[in-house]
């Protein structure tokens, strides 16, 4: 329990020296020029993130490829870090290394995929749309 308590007083004390500085600057009533918010408002911009109002077919199946691609990206990884897992507690058991091995081909095949086809899209937007 000591530990415990320990731990939860530890994060909380840097959670609030994180937090501090942001609560500071937020009695102004505007913004400061170099806020937190600001900063990561253009930094989304960017990124390519930032919010717009054009509602156009080619920006809507774009945003639509994007996250899909994004999200399987992630499955893939997902399934790599599963896998090298499954490896790692296999404790020698030769038919679970072999999955797991299996797994981590497949893994690696899908995000070349992935990567390849987010690759070919980037490729597509930009010489064919003009984004």
Do not use: C
Not at 37 to 60: C, E, F, H, M, R
Request: net charge positive.
């Amino acid at each position: 329990m000591k530990k415990y308590l320990k731990s939860l007083f530890i994060f909380s004390f840097l959670t609030a020296i994180l937090i501090f500085p942001l609560l500071a600057s937020a009695a102004a009533g505007t913004p400061p020029s170099n806020s937190a918010l600001n900063k990561l408002q253009t930094i989304a911009g960017a990124g390519g993130s930032g919010y717009t109002t054009d509602v156009s077919l080619p920006v809507a199946v774009g945003a639509i490829i994007r996250t899909v691609l994004g999200l399987l990206g992630i499955v893939f990884i997902i399934i790599l870090i599963v896998a090298g897992f499954r490896w790692m507690v296999a404790s020698g058991n030769e038919e679970k290394v072999t999955k797991a091995q299996g797994s981590i081909k497949r893994g690696i095949i899908g995000l070349i995929i992935v990567i390849g086809a987010w690759a070919i899209w980037t490729f597509l937007l930009n010489s064919l749309i003009g984004q």
